[in-house]
């Protein structure tokens, strides 16, 4: 499975997000390891209520997770999927190895991939934090893209008290003020569901894996 499809911004037209990323997918895997914390941890909280046959991570990034996931669940076909095609082609390259059990999709998620099989499992790491405009759209495409039984894993930004960093999270196009927590409860039945401190309390982080509800 590899393909690639797009329904991004309009031909010559980059979101803010395009734009940012063209910039940042050449220092991302050097720099975001020392505040993007909880993607190993979330793997393995995952790993320990679930094994997923068929993963979608949205907005994957240069493809980190790609491949710890490819580790843990060695049965499972995975699709990573993101808005930024600078930092997809890092991840065709971290990912080339793995062949067929990986597909990449250029696009953005303001609506499900709609595949029919659906998934077992779908991530979003650090993501859902950018989606401002439509984070709740995401997580009703994430809804809607899972199988019965399927689990939402998402590991986040979640608030802080301090004015000044809020603000500078935002100019890096991160809304930090706890806003996807009650919008995962409302969607999904949570199993875990936690809130943690990073660097003493500069910010907090969101862990949240969820079952999708029967309508
Ligand atoms: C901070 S990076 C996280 C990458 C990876 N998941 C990780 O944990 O390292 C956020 C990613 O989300 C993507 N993204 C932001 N908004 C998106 C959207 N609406 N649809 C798809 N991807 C999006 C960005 O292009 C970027 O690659």
Not at 19 to 40: P, S, V
Not at 80 to 105: F, I, N, W, Y
Not at 107 to 122: F, H, T
């Amino acid at each position: 499975m590899s393909h690639s499809s797009s329904n991004a911004a309009p031909a010559g037209k980059l979101t803010p997000i395009e734009k940012y990323y063209r910039l940042h997918a050449r220092i991302y895997d050097a720099t975001r390891w020392t505040f993007l914390f909880g993607r190993t941890a979330i793997l393995a909280d995952i790993a320990i209520r679930q094994k997923p046959v068929r993963i979608l991570e949205v907005g994957c990034g240069t493809g980190k997770n790609l491949v710890s996931l490819g580790r843990r669940f060695p049965q499972a076909a995975i699709t990573g999927l993101d808005l930024a095609e600078p930092m997809l082609e890092v991840a065709r390259r971290k990912t080339a190895h793995m062949g067929s059990r990986v597909g990449l999709l250029h696009r953005s998620y303001n609506a499900p991939v709609g595949d029919l099989a659906g998934y077992d499992l779908v991530l979003f790491s650090y993501a859902l934090s950018m989606f401002n405009p439509g984070f709740e759209t995401a997580i009703q495409a994430a809804a809607a893209d899972l199988a019965p039984g399927g689990c939402i894993a998402v590991v986040d930004f979640h608030a802080t008290r301090f004015a000044l960093f809020e603000r500078w999270m935002g100019v890096n196009h991160v809304r930090m003020n706890a806003q996807l927590r009650p919008c995962l409860q409302a969607h999904f039945m949570p199993m875990l569901d936690r809130v943690d401190h990073a660097y003493g309390g500069v910010w907090q982080y969101l862990t949240f894996i969820g079952r999708k509800r029967a309508n």
